[in-house]
Structures are given as structure tokens and as C-alpha cells.
């Protein structure tokens, strides 16, 4: 309803008998009430704040979005709430008079839940009980936000994936060529008096045997890095986590890490590819021991849930710095000085294809648990008890 209408209907108020008044004040009240339930039902965020950051308003959207109860916070400051908006240029949204503008602004919000907000804030016109206000519209953008950082990884997963094909294409080319190599050596080496060869022999197959398992690394490294389908199967975690740690036994022993594996008396089998899960479990226990140069223990511990099989890697290492948290998957990151910064990201990649989860949690100078969450072959469903009735009285 225009102002004018409010304008007409107090200068005339004198003059309106009463019952014309009472239908007026009811169409008025009709009307703010069809606002209202138009305002608390929109999805987008409505605040209105007067000049000083104080709370006028604010709709069911705004209070879910921020975090907090209208009726608790009105007449306050909302500034605390919203730290990261320039609130000098957002209050001054009318600078110079009669000249509008509207502000726009991305935001970032971690509570109640992680969120990405695009702000819009126009001024309001200056009411005689409130004086200058603005206006703060929020609309949730976090789904696209997520859907731009997927879209980003997956070109960087691209990139990584061409260079690497790139690597070890030019790795293979000589390495093969060292094997032709070799193996004519050994045939010319073969030739030889026996007193000659003897010697002679033993390093040719010291170096291809070297030149083998170069190769070998190479094919593990492709296959690692490939978009290749999971071969799933019905398979035990623990069978693959054993034959990783057989593996790296020696690796292990000479860190002086002391291993242990909590695990239940029956670990379920889960739908998983033994390979890759071995390759996954790999690249955890190679960070855990990389992080405890100096010796230290490694916690291994299965647990079984309704929906996952998490196996958690607790070591007791110098931690992840709280700002490398955000980007501990990223390729090429990495804090070490020989590093790729490849293994977690692949570690992500197979858990992802698996249906799985990856948490971690780290404390400086205290330790870093990774715990990978692998979907359940037969899910259970918890029943909740229904209320018990109370009988009457």
C-alpha cells in the first residue's frame, strides 16, 4: 500500500466515522499479514537495519542463514554476526542525496553451517520512526559454489593426469631402451670366460632388475592417476591392510614406529577394488611415518558403524598447520621437500570411487588422524523407539 493512501487516510482521520475506520485498520492489518507470510516463506534472507547496524527486521531465512533469534536480537547490533561485510560502505549505501545504489557482495560463513552467500543491500527511504535503514537481501549460492570448486579440481585431476602420462611416457622410452641394453650386455657378458663373467654377471641382473622395478613403479603410478573403474569385489580391508604393512615392514622398522591394530573379532567384507584400497592405505601410512622422522607410534583401528567400515590412521607426528588444512588434497601441494603432493589426492580419488568418506583431523605437535570411510555391503537401519503414550489421567 502507496504512503500516500497512509498520508490521506491520517489527514482525514478527524473526519472518518468509526466504523469506516475499523474496515480501514482490517485491510491494513489483512495486508501486513499477507506480507508477512510472503516474507517468512521466500527462501532468500531479509534484514533491514537502521543506520547505526541495528536489527529492524529480519525473516525466518535470514535467522536459519545467520544464526540467530529475531526476537532476541532486534534493537541489537547485527555487525557481530556478519564480521566479514564492510559495514562503513554498507551503511553509507546512500552517500550522496537522492542517488541510490546497490551494493553486492560474496560471503563466506562458517555458523551454523558452512554456507557462501551473495549479499545485496539497497536504502530504504527514510521513515520518520526509524529514520535511514538498508535493506540486506541473502540468497544461498552455496550449491553452485560447490559445484565451480568440483569443476575447478577436476581440471586440475586433468592437468595432473596429462603431465604425468607426459613423465612417464619420456621415463619409459629410456628405461625401456636400457633393458634392450642390458639384455644384450648379458648375452655378450654370457660369452665370456667363466672366471671373466662371474662378476659381470651379478651386476647386469642388479641393474635390470633396478630398471624392472622402475618400471613397475611407472605402471602403478599411471594406473594410480587413470580414471580406471574399480574392480569391486567382496573383500576383507584387513587382508589388504595387512599385506600393505608385509610390504612396509621394513620401511617401518627402520623409523622405529611402533604399529598396533585395533580391530573387531569379525571385520565385515565391503565391496572394494584390493588394489587400490592397498594403494590408499599406502600412501596413509607413508605420510603417518614421513611425519614421525624421529620414531613414534601409528594407531590403526577399525570401526563399524550402520552405513560405514572406518578404518582410522592415528599417528603421533608433528600435525598439519591449521593453514594447510584447507588444501592437504590440492595436487602438488605439499610441505615436504621431496614430495609430489599426488598421494592424497589419489587417496581422495579411490575412496570417492569407492562411495567412501575421507575425514581428518590434525593438532600441531600432537598427531594427524585420517580416517577412511568405506560403505557397508549390507547397511543396517536403526529403528527408533516410538514415544511411549502416556495413559490419561
Not at 170 to 189: F, M
Not at 301 to 312: E, K, N, P, Y
Not at 358 to 382: H, M, Y
Request: charged fraction near 25%.
Amino acid at each position: 500500500m502507496s504512503s500516500g493512501f497512509f498520508d490521506r487516510l491520517a489527514a482525514r482521520l478527524d473526519k472518518v466515522d468509526p466504523g469506516s475506520l475499523q474496515a480501514q485498520l482490517l485491510r491494513l492489518a489483512r495486508e501486513r499479514g499477507f506480507l508477512e507470510t510472503i516474507f517468512q516463506s521466500i527462501q532468500e534472507g531479509v534484514l533491514v537495519i537502521d543506520n547505526d547496524g541495528k536489527l529492524l527486521y529480519a525473516n525466518r531465512a535470514a535467522e536459519q542463514f545467520i544464526g540467530f533469534e529475531f526476537a532476541r536480537v532486534r534493537g541489537r547490533s547485527v555487525e557481530r554476526y556478519l564480521r566479514d561485510l564492510d559495514w562503513n560502505r554498507l551503511l553509507g549505501v546512500e552517500d550522496e542525496p537522492g542517488t541510490a545504489r546497490l551494493l553486492t557482495h560474496e560471503l563466506e560463513i562458517t555458523y551454523p553451517e558452512h554456507r557462501f552467500l551473495a549479499v545485496y543491500a539497497v536504502p530504504l527511504p527514510v521513515q520518520e520512526e526509524t529514520g535511514k535503514s538498508v535493506l540486506i537481501i541473502f540468497r544461498d549460492v552455496t550449491r553452485d559454489r560447490l559445484q565451480e570448486i568440483d569443476a575447478l579440481d577436476g581440471e586440475r585431476l586433468n592437468a595432473v593426469r596429462l603431465l604425468a602420462a607426459g613423465v612417464a611416457h619420456e621415463i619409459g622410452n629410456p628405461l625401456n631402451a636400457l633393458n634392450i641394453h642390458l639384455q644384450l650386455l648379458a648375452r655378450e657378458v654370457a660369452a665370456l670366460p667363466e672366471a671373466s663373467r662371474a662378476g659381470l654377471t651379478d651386476l647386469v641382473e642388479v641393474a635390470r632388475t633396478e630398471v624392472g622395478r622402475l618400471d613397475n613403479i611407472i605402471a602403478q603410478f599411471l594406473r594410480a592417476l587413470r580414471p580406471s573403474k574399480p574392480q569391486f569385489e567382496l573383500a576383507s580391508p584387513d587382508e589388504a591392510l595387512q599385506e600393505t604393512l608385509r610390504l612396509m615392514k621394513a620401511d617401518i622398522e627402520n623409523r622405529r614406529i611402533a604399529v598396533s591394530i585395533e580391530c573387531p573379532d569379525a571385520v565385515p567384507r565391503v565391496f572394494i577394488d584390493p588394489q587400490q584400497i592397498k594403494q590408499v592405505f599406502f600412501n596413509l601410512i607413508k605420510n603417518a611415518l614421513e611425519a614421525m622422522p624421529d620414531g613414534g607410534a601409528l594407531k590403526i583401528a577399525f570401526g563399524v558403524g550402520d552405513v560405514f567400515l572406518t578404518i582410522a590412521f592415528q599417528d603421533t607426528g608433528h600435525g598439519i598447520p591449521a593453514s594447510d588444512m584447507g588444501r592437504i588434497f590440492e595436487p602438488y601441494h605439499t610441505t615436504k621437500s621431496k614430495g609430489t603432493g599426488l598421494g592424497l589426492m589419489i587417496v581422495q580419488r579411490i575412496v570417492q570411487e569407492h562411495g567412501g568418506q575421507i575425514e581428518v583431523s590434525s593438532k600441531p605437535r600432537a598427531g594427524t588422524c585420517f580416517r577412511v570411510l568405506l560403505p557397508l555391503a549390507d547397511r543396517r537401519i536403526r529403528m527408533l523407539q516410538s514415544p511411549v503414550k502416556r495413559e490419561s489421567q
